[in-house]
T-cell receptor
């Protein structure tokens, strides 16, 4: 049983560009959450999707947007990249009924130069 | 707002030593509390959890007790192994919330 998968593993972008990160949830899970983990810090909640809609959002600007597809996979989009967006982006999946049991992917390391 | 404060790291211990990583929290209502572990090159894994006061979560020899009176959830292990070397995160979810609030993490290194 594959766990949560994320792509790409690493990404280097230039300030002002746009980026799309992808996540496939663990089999049987219908809810996807995204977190940003800056170096040496704990993950910070960006937003959560289920039933293809954003259900809750953390304190992140509108430059951060997402999408969930009918197969429960998800994308995180970041526009107008800033140097401060450099971080590890984590995707976590869960079942709606047991939402707090979140399973995390290995993350995508984004570097903005 | 909700927050988690973790013991500053890094922590270096010899194999078979006793481990304590302190965690205190601030939250409204009745949060659920968690410890996650991040091994090198891997994603975060749920280590243990407690959903109400006085609950004790335990897994792989690690334990933590939900203390409402001291708003704490300290992680303990009686005898650490080299394989326990990782970063440990204390986290909470508030009543009615769908997201995790994490502490800053504590890096543990166990030397043989």
């Amino acid at each position: 049983d594959a766990g949560v998968t994320q792509s790409p593993t690493h990404l280097i972008k230039t300030r002002g560009q746009q980026v799309t990160l992808r996540c496939s949830p663990k089999s049987g899970h219908d809810t996807v959450s995204w977190y940003q983990q800056a170096l040496g810090q704990g993950p910070q909640f960006i937003f959560q999707y289920y039933e293809e809609e954003e259900r809750q959002r953390g304190n992140f600007p509108d430059r951060f947007s997402g999408h969930q597809f009918p197969n429960y996979s998800s994308e995180l989009n970041v526009n107008a990249l800033l140097l401060g967006d450099s971080a590890l982006y984590l995707c976590a999946s869960s079942q709606r009924t047991g939402w707090y049991e979140q399973y995390f992917g290995p993350g995508t390391r984004l570097t903005v130069t | 707002g909700d927050s988690v404060t973790q013991m500053e790291g890094p922590v270096t211990l010899s194999e078979e030593a006793f481990l304590t990583i302190n965690c205190t929290y601030t939250a409204t209502g009745y949060p659920s509390l968690f410890w996650y572990v991040q091994y090198p090159g891997e994603g975060l894994q749920l280590l243990l959890k407690a959903t109400k006061a006085d609950d004790k979560g335990s897994n792989k020899g690690f334990e933590a007790t939900y203390r409402k009176e001291t708003t704490s959830f300290h992680l303990e292990k009686g005898s650490v192994q080299v394989s326990d070397s990782a970063v440990y995160f204390c986290a909470l979810t508030s009543t009615g919330a769908n997201n995790l609030f994490f502490g800053t993490g504590t890096r543990l290194t166990v030397i043989p």
